[in-house]
């Protein structure tokens, strides 16, 4: 009998698993892809020897210098900032959305407090904004969100922004200053060695099964540990649409 089961090998599951084995626990973690590392996890091509995010780039940032200090302890990170550039009826723009993308999509010479009040006047008065689209709108107006929001979030999330929580877009920042660093985070950097050597420190020894979908055979697994931890962000998003039926 396990004390644990972890459904997941992604940063949540690895971690806990990690320190529950750390607190004398007995703990399997099971993962339906057949790797650990969940969306983090990175390899080296065999022809370049390059470090390959396979889900897109990482970029770990976080303001709690315990939590950066943790991390630390099992890998070595470089002082990466991300800057992010797009493209859009031809031009080329900065992201997030900062006094250099306004003045340029604008065609102005603004300064921050006059784009402050420059953005205020292409907000619709959205008085409580129910989903992601409306949330996007009401921070920027309707023109930018359609130009740099809109197509990247179908993009990202493959459904439409209105079926996606208001909450998801304040993790965008909106700047009126030329501030185009995407995070806003004290400690931002990329593991030196890719992620999945952390994944490998974190679940030495302990247990894990690949290529196994707990959904598959829940009740064989509930019955094997006294509690289970499950870690899948596409049901938690179902469940908050359960919990939050506003957002259909």
């Not at 983090?40 to 995010?53: A, L, M, R, V």
């Not at 205020?120 to 023109?143: C, D, T, Y």
């Not at 289970?228 to 359960?242: G, K, W």
């Amino acid at each position: 009998m396990y004390d644990f089961i972890v459904a997941g090998a992604g940063f949540f599951g690895a971690i806990f698993a990690y320190e529950m084995k750390k607190a004398g626990k007995k703990v399997l973690v099971i993962e339906k892809r057949d790797h650990i590392g969940g969306n983090c996890y990175s390899y080296d091509c065999p022809k370049t020897n390059i470090n390959i995010h396979k889900y897109g780039p990482h970029i770990f940032h976080t303001s709690s210098e315990n939590v950066w200090k943790y991390i630390n302890s099992f890998a070595d990170f470089n002082n990466y900032r991300h800057r992010v550039l797009t493209t859009a009826g031809g031009k080329v723009y900065s992201l997030p959305v900062n006094l250099a993308t306004i003045n340029k999509f604008y065609n102005l010479s603004l300064t921050p407090d006059e784009a402050g009040e420059f953005l205020k006047s292409k907000i619709p008065a959205i008085s409580s904004p129910q989903n992601l689209e409306e949330k996007a709108i009401s921070l920027i107006g309707r023109e930018l969100y359609e130009t740099f929001i809109k197509g990247y979030t179908i993009k990202q999330w493959d459904c439409d922004p209105k079926d996606l929580p208001a909450e998801v877009i304040t993790r965008l920042p909106v700047r009126t200053t030329y501030n185009d660093i995407y995070y806003d985070d004290d400690y931002q950097g990329m593991p030196s060695g890719g992620y999945t050597p952390i994944f490998e420190k974190l679940l030495k020894d302990i247990p894990v099964e690949l290529k196994t979908d707990f959904l598959e055979k829940r009740d064989c697994w509930r019955s094997v540990a006294r509690t289970l931890v499950y870690t899948d962000r596409n049901l938690c998003f179902d469940i908050l649409r359960q919990l939050r039926p506003d957002i259909d």
